[in-house]
């Protein structure tokens, strides 16, 4: 006889030692589960990430092409762009030359001045067009060749010279010239200070929310391009406000203020600066990798002849 109920107790802990087996069981299911899961996030989550970079890649390459002239020198037959790795090579070479009748021609023409006499006058069309607005060097060894360079920024001095070396002063002192640079483009600009063509002192972004191109036409159309031209004035304020911050702090630095990208801002631009103002045509900045971008600056265009 069971006085005291012992049977019913243990026959409830095994109830609940069986309960409690089932449960285990099932906790540690659910935690392979979970973990199954959670390395499957990280999978699909890399490899969101990747994907986005390779995006964010692919637009900067499309924003690229877009705001590059059609008529970019470097498109025209016997043209080449030398980053300033390139040139420095180039100057080395350059600098080992030498003549005893000391007939080597060195030669700079400033903005503006005439490029319609020979050799010159070979210059591609677009190529002209640019060597009219930073100015041309014309380096010659008599019977060998002669090499026309434009430079990424106008020439300080014209001049020309003979003798058994080349005089590349000029050239090496545009490549140490400090400039205030603005990539100004909708929802994203930087402002960059360069001390030289290696030396990259400081740079900011600029941000504000803009609206991205809508595909839709009619009054949805209209009313979204509204709205986002208002992002885009929001965002020229705003940078014209850093521009001139910039200008004002670095002014004693800079040389040149160099101003690239979208038209519509940059025309606000201008008036920020009383430094010599010069327009190129550079692709997207990516914050990322500023010095690509230094390095787009620095960049001289070299015709052979």
Not at 137 to 159: A, M, N, Q, Y
Not at 284 to 304: A, G, I, M, S, V
Request: charged share 35%; proline share 6%.
């Amino acid at each position: 006889m069971d006085l005291f109920g012992k049977k019913r107790y243990q026959e409830r802990i095994a109830e609940l030692e069986s309960a409690l087996q089932d449960l285990t069981r099932e906790r540690d299911e659910l935690k392979r589960a979970l973990e199954k899961r959670e390395e499957r996030l990280k999978r699909i989550t890399s490899a969101y990430q990747e994907a986005r970079r390779a995006l964010k890649d692919a637009e900067l390459r499309l924003r690229e092409s877009e705001y590059r002239s059609p008529e970019e020198p470097s498109a025209a037959p016997g043209v080449q762009r030398l980053s300033p790795r390139e040139m420095k090579r180039l100057l080395r070479r350059l600098d080992n030359i030498e003549s005893k009748d000391e007939d080597i021609l060195s030669e700079y023409r400033k903005p503006g001045e005439n490029l319609e006499s020979a050799p010159e006058a070979a210059l591609p069309r677009s190529l002209k067009a640019l060597a009219s607005e930073r100015g041309i060097s014309l380096l010659t060894l008599p019977d060998v060749f002669t090499l026309l360079i434009v430079p990424p920024l106008p020439f300080g001095s014209g001049g020309m010279t003979r003798g058994q070396r080349f005089d590349l002063s000029p050239i090496r002192d545009i490549m140490e010239t400090a400039v205030l640079l603005v990539s100004a483009h909708a929802g994203e600009s930087m402002i960059m200070l360069s001390l030289g063509a290696d030396h990259l002192e400081a740079f900011e972004v600029v941000r504000t929310p803009v609206k991205e191109k809508h595909s839709k036409g009619g009054w949805s159309q209209r009313r979204f391009e509204r709205l986002r031209e208002e992002d885009i004035r929001r965002h020229g304020e705003h940078l014209r406000e850093s521009v001139e911050k910039a200008a004002e702090r670095y002014a004693p630095l800079v040389k040149y203020a160099v101003l690239s990208g979208e038209p519509e801002l940059i025309r606000h631009l201008h008036q920020c600066f009383r430094l010599p103002v010069i327009r190129a045509r550079l692709g997207k900045h990516d914050e990322r990798n500023p010095e690509r971008t230094l390095e787009e600056l620095y960049t001289f265009t070299l015709f052979r002849m």
